[in-house]
């Protein structure tokens, strides 16, 4: 299965993530995305520059619900679960 273009999936969500937020924002060295997998669910947390925070987040959070969305749809259908947390 292929993934926006990561073939090993669902080891590749960290970049997948990366590649989609690099896409949206201004300062692409200001963004940092971590991975920590846990028991239950793997946690990507996401921190952006403080101007590129409201583009990531989008009008009443559409923004964001659309990516955490594509992360729940692409975990069930492997049987995992992503869990997408935003850091100031």
Do not use: W
Request: charged content about 30%; overall charge positive.
């Amino acid at each position: 299965m292929n993934f926006f273009g990561f073939p090993n999936f669902p080891n590749c969500m960290k970049e997948a993530i990366e590649k989609i937020v690099n896409a949206m924002v201004d300062d692409k060295e200001a963004v940092e995305v971590s991975e920590e997998a846990g028991d239950r669910a793997t946690v990507i947390k996401l921190r952006v520059a403080a101007g590129d925070m409201g583009r990531i987040i989008g009008r009443e959070g559409r923004t964001i619900k659309a990516i955490r969305s594509l992360l729940f749809y692409a975990g069930q259908k492997h049987g995992k679960r992503f869990v997408l947390d935003i850091v100031e």
